[in-house]
């Protein structure tokens, strides 16, 4: 029986959610006031324009349509669930129906070939409060794509949105065509076109990606960014060890070659040994729910304490909590996240484990950790990493975990593992 009060979380997880609203809604009451009054945003031509594309999408009896704050509760919509979207890659075997795809061979080379749209749309960052975002398929975070080292990422785009848009991958691109900038090859697609990025794998690690047009703060914290996981090949891990550690080659024994090499088993998601480990994908995010310039909503995976402690009777059985609980796992199992920073306007973000330290692979483009036994590890703008956790010594119960900026924390990046 676990030793926490787990009633204690809930009214905890209660209070600084009904106080996130409260403070939301006083916001937009202070930018209306701001707007009506002609103070402006400070006089930023960008944020004039970003303000002036807000209102665009509010119809109808004004900003009223804004005063739809819900009580502290759970998320009505169910178009996006931030517990699945945690166990969601796509790998090109159709993981998730709303992500066309495919895997095929071509020329020797695997290919894996996804179908984005970029959209306009709504999504919900705390209960009763949308935010108007551009996302690809309609989802903030965008899908994660998974690849193998080596093989070629085919991603056919389609811009369905009001404003260009394109994808730009943080990988190892040897094509300046395919970098998905306004420079270079097709440039920005305007509404209604589209093009085909291919993207060789490379390197492994966990990868972001984005759109990439101006003024970009606005694309990117408007939703339109993702990761791309790219697992190492063993094989090729065997041949050139040395790439996958800080080592010379020199120094490479046959003990750390092999140790390498199952390490590289492990994070590839063709080999059964990944099997044993429980994966997720944590992208950390902000939401400008005012347009001024700053964030107001912090979360894991777009939704504020989407994984905060509802209704439980302690043994994992939740009377409330459909759309909000822990993340349950087992204690026996393996833990990795692969977290990247997709947050806007604020310089950093991070992660930090209660009562846990855990290992951090910086970029995750090596096979050993870059960080041991740390509780804390920050992220610059577009970084990102492979966290691994071991809570085998640990007693069943809840265990925190959220960023260590503390204002973000209580603006919603707060969660719990649940451990069983
Ligand atoms: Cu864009």
């Known amino acids: 029986?676990?030793?926490?009060?787990?009633?204690?979380?809930?009214?905890?997880?209660?209070?600084?959610?009904?106080?996130?609203?409260?403070?939301?809604?006083?916001?937009?009451?202070?930018?209306?006031r701001a707007v009506l009054g002609g103070l402006g945003l400070a006089g930023s031509a960008a944020?004039?324009?970003?303000?002036?594309?807000?209102?665009?999408?509010?119809?109808?009896?004004?900003?009223?349509?804004?005063?739809?704050?819900?009580?502290?509760?759970?998320?009505?919509d169910t178009d996006f669930d931030p517990h699945e979207f945690l166990y969601q890659f796509n790998t090109g075997r159709g993981e998730q129906e709303n992500v066309p795809q495919d895997v095929y061979e071509e020329n020797g080379r695997t290919i894996r070939e996804f179908t984005f749209q970029a959209v306009d749309t709504t999504v919900s960052i705390a209960p009763g409060i949308e935010f108007p975002a551009w996302a690809y398929n309609g989802q903030v975070p965008g899908p994660t794509i998974r690849a193998v080292?080596?093989?070629?990422?085919?991603?056919?785009?389609?811009?369905?949105?009001?404003?260009a848009h394109t994808i730009h991958p943080h990988l190892r691109n040897l094509n300046p065509e395919m970098?998905?900038?306004?420079?270079?090859?097709?440039?920005?697609?305007?509404?209604?076109?589209?093009?085909?990025?291919?993207?060789?794998?490379?390197?492994?690690?966990?990868?972001?990606?984005?759109?990439?047009?101006?003024?970009l703060k606005e694309h990117i914290h408007r939703g339109l960014y993702g990761a791309i996981i790219i697992d190492p090949d063993p094989e090729r891990v065997a041949q050139r060890p040395e790439e996958y550690c800080d080592f010379h080659r020199s120094q490479i024994t046959d003990e750390l070659r092999a140790e390498l090499v199952a390490e590289a088993k492990t994070r590839n998601h063709e080999y059964a040994e990944n099997d044993a480990v429980n994966e997720m994908v944590m992208v950390m995010n902000g939401f400008d729910t005012n347009f001024d310039g700053g964030n107001e909503v912090y979360a894991a995976n777009t939704r504020a304490f989407a994984y905060g402690v509802g209704?439980?009777?302690?043994?994992?059985?939740?009377?409330?909590?459909?759309?909000?609980?822990?993340?349950?796992?087992?204690?026996?199992?393996?833990?990795?996240?692969?977290?990247?920073?997709?947050?806007?306007f604020d310089l950093i973000n991070s992660f930090h484990t209660?009562?846990?330290?855990?290992?951090?692979?910086?970029?995750?483009?090596?096979?050993?950790?870059?960080?041991?036994?740390?509780?804390?590890?920050?992220?610059?703008?577009?970084?990102?990493?492979?966290?691994?956790?071991?809570?085998?010594?640990?007693?069943?119960?809840?265990?925190?975990?959220?960023?260590?900026?503390?204002?973000?924390?209580?603006?919603?990046?707060?969660s719990f593992f649940e451990v069983v």
């Not at 009060?5 to 916001?27: H, M």
């Not at 944020?47 to 804004?66: F, K, M, W």
């Not at 302690?314 to 796992?329: C, D, L, M, S, V």
Request: glycine share 10%; proline share 4%; hydrophobic share 30%.
């Open 354 to 414: 209660h009562s846990q330290f855990f290992d951090y692979y910086d970029h995750g483009t090596t096979l050993l950790p870059t960080n041991q036994t740390v509780d804390t590890v920050m992220q610059c703008q577009a970084q990102r990493g492979i966290i691994e956790l071991d809570y085998s010594n640990h007693d069943p119960g809840l265990y925190m975990f959220h960023a260590h900026q503390s204002e973000f924390a209580e603006l919603g990046w707060m």
């Open 311 to 344: 209704e439980t009777d302690g043994r994992g059985n939740w009377k409330a909590g459909e759309t909000k609980r822990p993340i349950q796992i087992d204690k026996n199992q393996r833990q990795r996240v692969y977290l990247i920073n997709a947050i806007e």
């Open 179 to 215: 970098d998905g900038i306004p420079q270079n090859g097709p440039g920005v697609l305007n509404t209604g076109e589209s093009f085909t990025y291919e993207w060789i794998a490379q390197p492994a690690g966990v990868h972001f990606y984005h759109c990439h047009s101006l003024p």
């Open 1 to 32: 029986m676990p030793s926490q009060d787990y009633s204690q979380a809930a009214k905890l997880s209660e209070r600084l959610e009904q106080r996130l609203v409260d403070s939301l809604e006083s916001d937009f009451k202070t930018t209306r």
């Open 149 to 163: 080292e080596g093989d070629l990422i085919r991603v056919k785009f389609e811009n369905l949105g009001r404003h």
């Open 47 to 76: 944020l004039t324009g970003i303000g002036r594309a807000d209102s665009d999408e509010h119809h109808g009896p004004g900003e009223d349509s804004h005063g739809n704050f819900g009580a502290t509760g759970e998320y009505s």
